[in-house]
């Protein structure tokens, strides 16, 4: 098994392609006698090569054992985990597909044939609960709030996160796109949102749309950029946010009943025309509070009869999942 520092290592070769030792022991701020012994070990056990000879010795990462470990992967396998898999570094580095995974089972000492076939199964085991590319939330929303459901449907496009693998390929666009206001990650999103936003409007016969309100006042708003970039040719509903001295953010309140009341006492429907039926979009399904309290005003104000909800991503079971978003 790697430690940590091993992985340091391959971590600094692979992006630099060739490195000398006095490159790593600076980078790293490690004695020469710590990184010699890393290098021998990891040359030992095949994972970098040393080219050259001194005083001119550079060492790389032994691509032959990245081919190896390539060969052995199911081809139906590798394809799988390109579509689906991206890893955003600590650093910032976009990740995706095979590299991607390849990098994340570096991190956590996996052994990636093995792991390949075990994030199969568990993508298996959640795409169980898509239909036509969307998962239906309304279990979770009548577990949450039993006889004061207000939205008529509710789903996700994926999960924000699932087990072992932590979040999907849209959990980490989305945390990442808002946080940092990335316009590659949100315009990738707008990309996967579009098509099924058409076909709920179509479906359900949607006369009007709703965008859930922002609360968290960033350079760039993700709910804003995507509303321009879905380009949709239906009527706006109003819905406000009413902001008090301290805005105070869904995520950051871990009782229901908190939620509840912050969506209660934060979001407002002023919307005057009426409509047969309505799309509520939101960012993340966390508790459901908010979309549940916008619905319950559209009903109670006989804006609509029906009401779809549909967020980006949801959480799984419970909530506190989606804290980062």
């Not at 701020?29 to 040359?43: A, T």
């Not at 550079?58 to 470990?69: A, G, L, M, P, R």
């Not at 709920?200 to 609360?215: A, C, E, H, L, R």
């Not at 950051?252 to 309505?278: C, G, P, W, Y």
């Amino acid at each position: 098994m790697k430690t940590n520092t091993s992985q340091k290592i391959v971590d600094f070769i692979k992006k630099n392609k060739t490195t000398t030792a006095k490159e790593i022991i600076d980078f790293l701020n490690y004695s020469p006698q710590v990184i010699h012994r890393h290098l021998n070990n990891l040359m030992e056990d095949g994972k970098i090569k040393k080219i050259g000879k001194p005083p001119k010795v550079f060492y790389s990462i032994n691509k032959e054992i990245e081919q190896e470990i390539e060969a052995e992967i199911d081809d139906d396998y590798k394809k799988i985990i390109e579509e689906n898999f991206l890893k955003i570094t600590p650093a910032g580095e976009k990740k995706e597909g095979w590299d991607g995974f390849l990098y994340w089972c570096r991190k956590v000492n996996e052994d990636p044939v093995k792991t390949a076939a075990e994030y199969i199964k568990t993508l298996e085991k959640y795409k169980a609960y898509k239909k036509n590319g969307l998962i239906d939330g309304m279990i979770k929303f009548k577990g949450t709030f039993k006889n004061e459901v207000f939205l008529d449907n509710v789903f996700y496009l994926d999960f924000y996160s699932i087990e072992r693998f932590g979040k999907t390929k849209l959990g980490q666009q989305l945390l990442h796109g808002k946080q940092s206001g990335n316009k590659e990650l949100i315009n990738e999103i707008i990309k996967t949102t579009r098509p099924k936003v058409v076909d709920v409007i179509k479906k359900y016969n949607i006369g009007g749309v709703g965008f859930v309100p922002w609360t968290i006042n960033r350079k760039v708003q993700f709910m804003n950029e995507l509303e321009r970039g879905l380009k949709l040719n239906i009527k706006k509903i109003d819905i406000s946010k009413v902001r008090g001295e301290i805005a105070v953010a869904q995520k950051s309140l871990s009782k229901i009943d908190e939620r509840i009341e912050n969506a209660r006492n934060t979001m407002v429907v002023t919307e005057k025309n009426h409509f047969q039926n309505i799309l509520l979009i939101d960012d993340a399904v966390g508790s459901g509070a908010t979309l549940n309290e916008i619905a319950r005003q559209i009903k109670q104000k006989k804006i609509a009869k029906k009401i779809i909800g549909l967020a980006i991503t949801g959480s799984f079971k419970g909530f506190d999942i989606i804290s980062e978003v």
